[in-house]
C-alpha cells in the first residue's frame, strides 16, 4: 500500500487532516523534521480529532535518514509538485511507493526534487497556484488506492443510524 510524506510540514492543521486522511484509509504517513511547529498531541489534535490514536506515524529526523531508510526498503519516491509535467491521472502507482508532499511555504529544496522517481502533479485550472496539502493528498492517494486495488473493504452500516 502507498504511504504519505510530509517534508517539512509547516502548518499542524494540515498535518493533523492527513493523519486523519491516513488512519481512516490505513495508509501510513512519514514525518520529516523538522517540522514548523511542534509535532505533539496538542499542535495536531484540532484537525486530527480521536483519529490519531488511529494513525501510523513514523518520524525521520531529518531527510538523509528518510532517504537512507527508504533506499534500504527499495521505495519509490514520488513527488507531488506543482512543477510536474505527468497528471496524476496518467501515473502508474506502485503498491510500495512513497507520495511525499512538500512543505505548504516552500515545497522540497531542488536536492530533495532531483531524488525523486517521478514528479507528479494535479490537473487545475490554468492560473491557479496550488492545491491545500491535504487536499492534494487525499486527491492523490485515493487515486493511487484505486489504482492499486488497496482501498480497505467497506465497513458494515452502523446499527444504531443505519448509515
Same mark, same amino acid.
Given at each position: 500500500? !502507498?504511504?504519505?510524506?510530509?517534508?517539512q510540514p509547516d502548518i499542524p492543521q494540515n498535518t493533523g487532516t492527513i493523519l486523519r486522511l491516513g488512519a481512516c484509509l490505513g495508509v501510513t504517513v512519514h514525518v520529516i523534521e523538522p517540522a514548523g511547529f511542534?509535532?505533539?498531541?496538542?499542535?495536531?489534535?484540532?484537525?486530527?480529532?480521536?483519529?490519531l490514536e488511529r494513525a501510523a506515524m513514523v518520524r525521520h529526523v531529518d531527510? !538523509? %535518514?528518510f532517504?537512507?531508510?527508504?533506499?534500504e526498503q527499495d521505495r519509490r519516491l514520488v513527488l507531488l509538485t506543482t512543477s510536474g509535467a505527468t497528471s496524476h491521472l496518467s501515473h502508474a502507482f506502485e503498491e510500495s511507493d512513497l507520495l511525499m508532499f512538500g512543505r505548504e511555504s516552500s515545497g522540497v529544496p531542488q536536492d530533495v526534487h532531483a531524488l525523486a522517481?517521478?514528479? %507528479?502533479? %494535479?490537473?487545475?485550472?490554468?492560473?491557479?497556484?496550488?492545491?491545500n496539502v491535504a487536499v492534494t493528498a487525499a486527491i492523490v492517494l485515493g487515486e493511487a488506492l484505486r489504482q492499486t486495488g488497496a482501498f480497505p473493504p467497506l465497513s458494515p452500516a452502523s446499527p444504531s443510524t443505519g448509515q
Open positions: 500500500m !502507498p504511504d504519505l510524506v510530509l517534508f511542534p509535532l505533539s498531541d496538542h499542535a495536531l489534535r484540532r484537525a486530527g480529532m480521536d483519529y531527510f !538523509p %535518514v532517504e537512507a531508510w527508504r533506499r522517481d517521478a514528479r %507528479v502533479t %494535479v490537473p487545475m485550472v490554468a492560473g491557479m497556484r496550488s492545491l
